[in-house]
């Protein structure tokens, strides 16, 4: 059930992350507002996915402050995180969405109806009763996608969600996604996929080697970008 108290804004205040001896996130400031999608871009080891668990509460600063609607602890109910590869439950479909309707504590009595809502939602009504470890990859972050969304999420976190799916199954993830952008979740997630990050973003964050490079509203972001990393991942080029 939703809670009264808002997630949002999210902010990084100076936030640093350590971890193996190196510095992961380097003096990260940067606060996340209701609208649309942020896309998170930047090379391998730019610490993307860092940054989401510290966003999500996955994982803790070594330094600075995260807040969540001004709180600096929130349980996060009201937010939902997707791992490029979906962990299922050794359980059908239908129960995987039941799981995610009793962890958001959804009334019993409710849960056939909302799972069947948000199988059909996702486009997996038909195999609500098949093991979840049996569907495609594909399928299987749908599943993860609609246990999401059986939070009832305001913010929604997604770690490069299609990096092993194919161009069917990442136009599907796509569009749930951008529908669930539509209907008022605020959509966090990484790729490196130049295309995806067009078709996606409202707005656009680059990371390198730690730090925040450059963020712009995607039509800035593609048509001036202002530093040369930028410049680099709109031509498509590497970023090294
Ligand atoms: N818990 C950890 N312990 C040690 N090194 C880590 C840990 N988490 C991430 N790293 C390292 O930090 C760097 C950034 O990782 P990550 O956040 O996964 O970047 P990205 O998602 O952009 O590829 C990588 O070099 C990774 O190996
Ligand atoms: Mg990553």
């Known amino acids: 059930m939703r809670a009264a108290l808002s997630d949002l804004p999210l902010t990084l205040d100076d936030v640093s992350f350590r971890a193996g001896g190196s510095a992961i996130l380097d003096h990260v400031s940067l606060s996340i507002e209701p609208g ?6 930047g090379p391998n080891g730019a610490g993307k996915s860092s940054l989401l ?9 070594t330094s600075g402050i995260v807040t969540w ?4 602890e929130s349980r996060p109910l009201r937010r939902a995180f997707l791992f ?10 239908a129960a995987n969405v039941a799981y995610g309707l009793r962890q958001a504590g959804y009334p019993y009595g409710l849960r056939r109806n909302r799972v069947r809502e948000l199988l059909d939602r996702v486009g997996l009504l038909d195999h609500a009763d098949r093991a979840a470890r049996s569907l495609s990859g594909g399928e299987q972050q749908k599943l993860a996608l609609a246990r999401a969304l059986a939070r ?21 993830v796509e569009e749930i996604v951008l529908g669930a952008s539509n209907s008022g979740i605020k959509v966090v997630m990484s790729s490196h996929d130049l295309g995806q990050v067009k078709r996606l973003a409202g707005e656009v964050l680059l990371l390198v080697r730690g730090g925040v ?10 048509d001036s970008p202002s530093t040369p990393e930028a410049a ?9």
């Open 36 to 41: 649309a999608p942020t896309l998170i871009v």
């Open 53 to 61: 668990r510290i966003c999500m509460g996955l994982a803790r600063p």
């Open 69 to 72: 609607g001004g709180r600096t």
């Open 84 to 93: 490029q590869r979906p962990v299922m439950l050794r359980r059908s479909v």
């Open 152 to 172: 009832d999420p305001e913010l929604l976190f997604l770690d490069e969600p299609t990096a092993n799916l194919d161009p069917a199954a990442t136009r599907s």
């Open 213 to 222: 490079r450059e963020r712009a509203a995607a039509p800035v972001f593609f």
């Open 232 to 240: 680099a991942f709109v031509r498509g080029d590497l970023i090294l």
